[in-house]
């Protein structure tokens, strides 16, 4: 498209209506850029920290200051790569799971209640405060499992941490 034609893109979008990024993520979590792989694990991650969700479409979308642009996603635009225990401490008293994510460079405390199981038992959590879902890849779920159970008189799983049960639902 040459730069006159893009221009006029521009100019023909109302206020309210919101550009394509060109971006893609695959439900492994992986970036591409008009149908192209992104390698630039640091762009990647920069892009992941401006990822939000809007309230009333559901859209994924990347916004930094003003400037605003949607994503297309299969699945989850983040994906929950390994799981570790952080254990009690003196000033902590509780332990505490947390999750590698995908294309992140923090990790993520796991808040246990946002736990749900989806379409051909996926599990899911969401992440950054609670505003992102996350899919947990095979290898992460697997280690989550040591810490889930079943309560066999309501015919429900739950995660045991700290003494505590929290359905999974």
């Known amino acids: 498209m040459s730069k006159n034609k893009e221009h006029e893109l521009e100019i023909r979008l109302s206020e309210n209506e919101m550009p394509p990024c060109g971006i893609f993520?695959?439900?492994e979590g992986d970036w591409y850029y008009r149908g192209s792989p992104m390698e630039r694990a640091d762009i990647v991650s920069h892009l992941c920290q401006h990822l939000r969700r809007e309230e009333s479409s559901g859209q994924y979308i990347i916004q930094m200051g003003k400037q605003r642009c949607y994503l297309e996603v299969e699945d989850t635009p983040l994906v929950v790569s390994s799981v570790f225990l952080q254990e009690k401490?003196?000033?902590?008293?509780?332990?505490?799971?947390?999750?590698?994510?995908?294309?992140?460079?923090?990790?993520?405390?796991?808040?246990?209640?946002?736990?749900w199981v989806g379409k051909e038992n996926v599990l899911y959590c969401k992440v950054m405060e609670n505003t992102i879902p996350a899919r947990f890849l095979r290898p992460a779920y697997y280690q989550?499992?040591?810490?889930?159970?079943?309560?066999?008189?309501?015919?429900?799983f739950y995660l045991f941490l700290s003494g505590k049960r929290y359905y999974i639902g």
């Open 89 to 115: 401490t003196e000033e902590k008293r509780q332990e505490d799971l947390y999750l590698s994510i995908k294309h992140l460079t923090t990790n993520q405390p796991l808040n246990p209640t946002t736990l």
């Open 144 to 156: 989550l499992a040591e810490f889930i159970h079943e309560d066999k008189e309501e015919h429900r």
């Open 25 to 27: 993520i695959d439900r």
